[in-house]
Structure formats: C-alpha cells, structure tokens
C-alpha cells in the first residue's frame, strides 16, 4: 500500500471508530444487551430440521474431548546369541499422538423467542433464580450480565450449559405453562 494512503487510513481511524461507536444504543428497561445470550433470530438463521415456523432455537455446543497419548514402541527387537545371552538390547521410540477421547457435538433446544423477554417476565424470571439461590441481584426488570449468570448456573444444574433459557427449563421454572 503506498504511504500516503496508509498514512491517511492511519488518521482516519479515530473518527471511524467514534462513528461506529456512536451507533451503539443505549441499554433500557427489557432490552436484551448485545452479546447476552438470548440472540435474535431471522427467518434466515438456522433452525433444525422440521422445527416449527416461528419457533426459536439455540444450540449448545459441547467441545472435543482430546487426550495425548505416549507409549514406547519397539523399533529393533534384542539381539540374542546361540545360547539365548542378548547381545544387543532392544531399542524403542517414544510416540506422542493425539486422540479424540470425546467428539464435538451440537445438539439444539427450543427457547422462548425474544419478543417474550417484556420486564415484567425478566422480573418473574429474576424471582425465581433468586428463590432456587441462583440469582443474588436486585430484581430490575432487565435481562443483565448478572441474570444471564443466573440462567447458566440454574441451567447447569439441569444439565445444559448454555445462558441462553430453553423453553423446557422455563417451563420447570413455572415461567411458562405446561403443555398437556
């Protein structure tokens, strides 16, 4: 790239920088905050195979599982005389190599989609992390860091590693009712 130009991307950048962060809203009272767990999906983004129109999934990802290995194997085997005396012992290598012990999975469950997520339900939610120890903040209405923590700890304990609150463990919750 020729100086002149890199120079005047070098001097560009601050105010390219504050445009875009100029873009950034401010957080309110129900609004999800960027990066949060629940993300919102489009028609576009994928959904499993037959899931319903108007559904909303996530996944949760469990990583490979990778162990290394070491063993000594046998490159020339000993060398024995007539009588059976070894004459030259055995000689090994060491090998190191990499096995996959656990494969990656991905495995999708429903959520509630983020229409649902008003204060008054982030509030309900809030209140009943805090009555299951999982939830140690205020209750504000807002769906933050902290109640984010508290879904994945709750969570966990059911047995899915993921903020993002599935529609099964809601229901477990009492949040929202139960199909018959």
Known sequence: MPYHLSRRLYTLLPALIAVLLSACAP???????????????????????????????????????????????????????????????????????????????????ETLCPADFSPDFVATLQRALAAREHFPGPLTGVLDRATQRGILAYQRSQGLDSPTLSLENARKLGLISVKR
């Open 27 to 109: 957080e309110g009272p129900g609004r999800v905050p960027q990066g949060l767990g629940q993300s919102v999906r489009s028609a576009s983004q994928k959904t499993p195979p037959g899931a319903p129109a108007g559904s909303c999934w996530d996944t949760e990802i469990t990583p490979a599982v990778i162990e290394t290995v070491t063993r000594q194997e046998q490159v020339t085997p000993p060398r024995v005389d007539a009588t059976g005396q070894v004459t030259a012992p055995a000689t090994f290598r060491t090998v190191t190599r990499q096995e996959v012990v656990r494969p990656r999975s991905e495995a999708w469950f």
